[in-house]
């Protein structure tokens, strides 16, 4: 049977109406890929049998004993063009990307030169190069043949190549509760409520027609909503090439219709008892709804709303949103923010990333998290808010030392019945080498992976992918990814670690979060390693200038961290703890998407990034002059209240205490910032 890949999970599936792997719904763009139109479907290669064979031989027998390389291929990126080059697959248009394209962020110290490559379809700047930085951050779509994309990696204005990862949102589970105000909202809204500021959200689904939304006219309070999810479109935003823009006056237009989804032509995932539905319609309520319809006020109900629902095609996600069914991407994320700065132009600007994934150096050296700091440097009242995430407890992260006597055995459960794939990566110094052995659960040697190799094999029906990579471009470390495609064996797998050349020899492990199938670390007998929830921070909440949000219960009495809050600290890394603050995640009251005026608890780090989201818009709104991204930062740290159980200034859970919201504002209208003393950076224990 011929399979397709999952635009979501980046699965191989059956062309069924929804992937076996995440549940996300295929059907129209399956439709639209297959209906018949000559220019629509992705028909595979016509190759004689004599190459077919000869290429089944290549895969077989050569591929998986590895080859030596100095820098090696992205490992996402390479396993996405695998997936493009095989004759058996096909591989989706989406509404950002054409069947034979990857979409990829890179570094590039020659733009023009760049665009100038034959594999390079379409580009966008992202961050252009600065005094400090003589890069530019562009976001593109690429050949997705891996001889292409390996001549590409090798060009010389090429400094980094990464394909892009899935997103998803930080929400957990949700509670129907009555219409009592937010403890998250509580407190004056200042003087001017955000008036004056853009809040820009990057999410899920939008529900324009709830009440909080709109003027007391009945005229919408949303200024721009960027759909990603359409192509050849001819609203789409000029400078993208894809998606649908609607602006204010096209709103208020289908405001005015019976029914204003259809007149508009845009659409959102429905709530239901046990469903999260339109996740951005929480996050917006939380930051700047109004309360005409509920009654109860966001942190900034007079700001001006731009949001952008990052989806890759398709309708609404018949998966509920909390179990990650969505097509986002980093890639789009990025394009999303460049597109909300430069509608805001020179007005004040804070936009809030309630999404996020867990795959990553975490040490601040991803494209996107450099790029984030760059774009909020460019000018002054601009900030990035960011969802810690909500991997406390989950039993997602291990670290140890490996030493050049004893070898570490990392134990990697897979549940019965999982039908999703999983992801492994681990990290570490490149002063160190490191062997990787697979052990399966019957004890067998599945895999032995020596620096600079990559190897593949289906094992029980599902193929798994391990590459160990040295020097990656970014954060000159050493990385080990392992892939386990649907139906690899379910189990308790050892990944067995082997210093060839050992300095330092600690190192960080992390599994991608998976709601219909987590795999889990297990902690060891001999503690040869721990099993931690310390280093779970979102891979993009570990950025420099970025705010990042944990999340505390605000309902009890001793206000304590919330039981799914990720923590700090990043890896490596000193000189900018992470998170920057906490704020109230535990059953927060939110706009309920449907109901025009109803609310509905939620709970998770994207409702706490929301509310710090809500307060910077007061706070710009306030500023009667400048304040650069520092400055900001600075002000939310100074005006946060410690928890008794900080024992310095830091803590890796509730970063440098809990948002005060009035506090900050009060900051700006008393005066009372210091524009030249530098950020705290205070922290402990990282490594």
């Known amino acids: 049977m011929t399979h397709i890949v999952c635009p979501s999970c980046h699965s191989l599936t059956p062309p069924y109406r929804n992937c076996m792997a995440c549940h996300a719904f295929l059907g129209e763009l399956l439709d639209a890929n297959l209906d018949g139109r000559p220019d629509a479907i992705p028909t595979p290669r016509k190759e004689s049998w004599l190459s077919i064979m000869l290429g089944d031989v290549w895969r077989r027998f050569f591929v998986p004993t590895g080859r030596e390389a ?15 080059d095989r004759e058996d697959t096909l591989t989706l248009k989406t509404s950002s990307a054409a069947e034979d394209e990857i979409a990829a962020v890179v570094r590039v110290t020659d733009l023009a030169r760049f665009k100038a490559l034959g594999q390079v379809k379409r580009v966008i ?73 853009i809040v820009g959200i990057i999410d899920f689904g939008l529900d324009f027609t709830h009440r909080n939304f709109r003027l007391r006219n009945g005229r919408t309070r949303v200024l721009a909503l960027w759909d990603q999810k359409y192509s050849d479109d001819a609203r789409r935003p000029e400078k993208f090439g894809y998606g649908r823009l609607f602006e204010r006056d096209a709103i208020d237009r289908a405001l005015e219709e019976a029914d204003p989804f259809k007149a508009l032509g845009y659409s959102i995932p429905k709530d239901s008892l046990f469903e999260t539905g339109a996740h951005g319609t929480y996050v917006t309520d939380v930051a700047a709804g109004n ?67 867990y795959g990553g150096p975490h040490d601040g050296s991803s494209p996107v998290e450099q790029a984030i700091d760059r774009l909020v440097w460019e000018k002054p009242n601009r900030a990035v808010v960011v969802s810690a995430g909500n991997s406390f407890g989950g039993s997602l992260h291990a670290m140890g030392r490996v030493t050049g006597r004893e070898d570490v055995d990392l134990k990697w459960r897979i549940p019965r019945f999982d039908e999703t794939g999983n992801e492994l990566e681990i990290w570490y110094s490149n002063e160190d080498q490191f062997t990787v052995e697979l052990i399966d659960p019957d004890g067998r040697r599945a895999a032995r992976v020596k620096p600079g190799q990559t190897f593949e094999r289906v094992v029980g029906g599902g193929l798994i992918t391990v590459v160990n990579r040295l020097n990656d471009p970014n954060g000159r470390d050493n990385s080990i990814n392992l892939f386990f495609e649907r139906r690899v064996p379910s189990g308790t797998w050892s990944v067995r670690l082997k210093g060839e050349r050992v300095r330092d020899g600690r190192f960080h492990a992390w599994i991608e979060r998976d709601e219909l199938g987590q795999s889990r670390f297990v902690k060891p007998k001999d503690k040869s390693y721990a099993v931690t929830d310390e280093y779970t921070l979102s891979s993009v909440a570990c950025g420099r200038r970025s705010i990042v949000v944990g999340s505390y219960n605000a309902y009890e009495p001793d206000l304590p961290l919330s039981d799914f809050s990720s923590s700090g600290p990043v890896r490596g890394r000193i000189d900018h703890p992470q998170p920057t603050v906490c704020a109230p995640g535990d059953n927060v009251l939110a706009a309920q998407s449907g109901t025009m005026v109803l609310r509905h608890r939620q709970s998770g780090t994207s409702l706490s990034a929301a509310a710090v989201t809500g307060a910077v818009a007061l706070m710009l709104s306030e500023a009667d002059g400048d304040l650069t991204a520092d400055q900001i930062k600075r002000i939310i740290i100074g005006s946060a209240h410690k928890d008794r159980s900080m024992s310095g200034d830091w803590d890796p859970a509730f970063g440098y205490g809990r948002l005060c919201a009035s506090e900050a504002v009060g900051m700006i209208q008393a005066e009372g910032v ?3 003393r530098p950020l705290l950076a205070r922290s402990s224990g990282q490594s």
């Open 70 to 84: 100095a820098v090696q291929m992205d490992p996402r990126l390479r396993r996405n063009c695998r997936r493009v």
């Open 125 to 197: 700047t992202i961050a252009e190069p600065t005094g400090n930085e003589r890069d530019a951050i562009v976001t593109a779509r690429i050949s997705g043949r891996e001889s292409d994309v390996e001549q590409l990696r090798r060009s010389d204005c090429v400094l980094s190549l990464k394909a892009a990862a899935r997103v998803r949102p930080f929400l957990e589970q949700t509670v129907r509760e009555g219409l009592s105000c937010n403890k998250s909202s509580s407190g004056a809204h200042g003087r001017r409520g955000g008036e004056g500021v």
């Open 291 to 357: 309360g005409n319809g509920s009654g109860c006020a966001g942190l900034a109900p007079e700001a001006d709303i731009v949001f952008v629902d990052v989806s890759a095609g398709g309708p609404p996600i018949l998966a509920s949103q909390e179990v990650g069914g969505t097509f986002g991407d980093s890639v789009q994320v990025l394009e999303a923010i460049r597109f909300i700065f430069d509608y805001a132009g020179n007005r004040p600007c804070v936009i809030n990333l309630s999404i996020g994934t």
């Open 674 to 676: 210091d524009r030249e």
